[in-house]
């Protein structure tokens, strides 16, 4: 049983930083906030620094990415706000750099969110290419009920 809408505002919820990446003397990262998360989906609002590289990756569950400013590149396609993206369930897609000026993002992933790597051989070679190392995961705050498996 429904127990109506849950309508929220973004100022009402933290940033959190959940990767991060060394490029030359700056770090460059993503931030998320978490709208709505439950074991039926997750809806997120996320900034990614100018740069960023988020590794081809697929997730255990459908998902939508719409593109609100600035712009990234999806594998070899040029995404500008506006665009919209839709993974089906165990897809891959990138490897994603955010533009010069960042990117912000507002995801839906209907199921499990978490995602799941793909060729990391040739993920490696890419940052290496562009001088980028990346640095550990930050601890995020993850419901009870799912565990983190980023690696």
Same mark, same amino acid.
């Given at each position: 049983?429904?127990?109506?809408?849950?309508?929220?505002?973004?100022?009402?919820?933290?940033?959190?930083?959940?990767?991060?990446?060394?490029?030359?003397?700056?770090?460059?990262?993503?931030?998320?906030?978490?709208?709505?998360?439950?074991?039926?989906?997750?809806?997120?609002?996320?900034?990614?620094?100018?740069?960023?590289?988020?590794?081809?990756?697929?997730?255990?569950?459908?998902?939508?990415?719409?593109?609100?400013?600035?712009?990234?590149?999806?594998?070899?396609?040029?995404?500008?706000?506006?665009?919209?993206?839709?993974?089906?369930?165990?897809?891959?897609?990138?490897?994603?750099?955010?533009?010069?000026?960042?990117?912000?993002?507002?995801?839906? /992933? /209907?199921?499990?969110?978490?995602?799941?790597?793909?060729?990391?051989?040739?993920?490696?070679?890419?940052?290496?290419?562009?001088?980028?190392?990346?640095?550990?995961?930050?601890?995020?705050?993850?419901?009870?009920?799912?565990?983190?498996?980023?690696?």
């Amino acid at each position: 049983m429904s127990g109506g809408p849950r309508i929220r505002h973004l100022d009402d919820f933290s940033w959190q930083e959940v990767r991060r990446q060394q490029h030359g003397d700056r770090t460059a990262s993503v931030r998320e906030k978490w709208l709505d998360f439950s074991p039926r989906f997750l809806s997120l609002y996320a900034e990614w620094d100018p740069g960023m590289i988020v590794q081809p990756h697929g997730h255990n569950s459908d998902h939508v990415v719409f593109v609100v400013a600035g712009e990234m590149t999806c594998g070899d396609v040029r995404c500008p706000a506006g665009t919209h993206l839709a993974l089906d369930q165990g897809d891959t897609f990138g490897p994603f750099v955010a533009g010069p000026h960042g990117v912000t993002l507002f995801e839906v /992933m /209907m199921g499990d969110p978490r995602s799941f790597p793909a060729d990391l051989d040739g993920y490696e070679r890419f940052l290496a290419e562009r001088g980028v190392r990346q640095l550990p995961n930050p601890p995020i705050d993850m419901p009870e009920w799912l565990e983190d498996t980023r690696s």
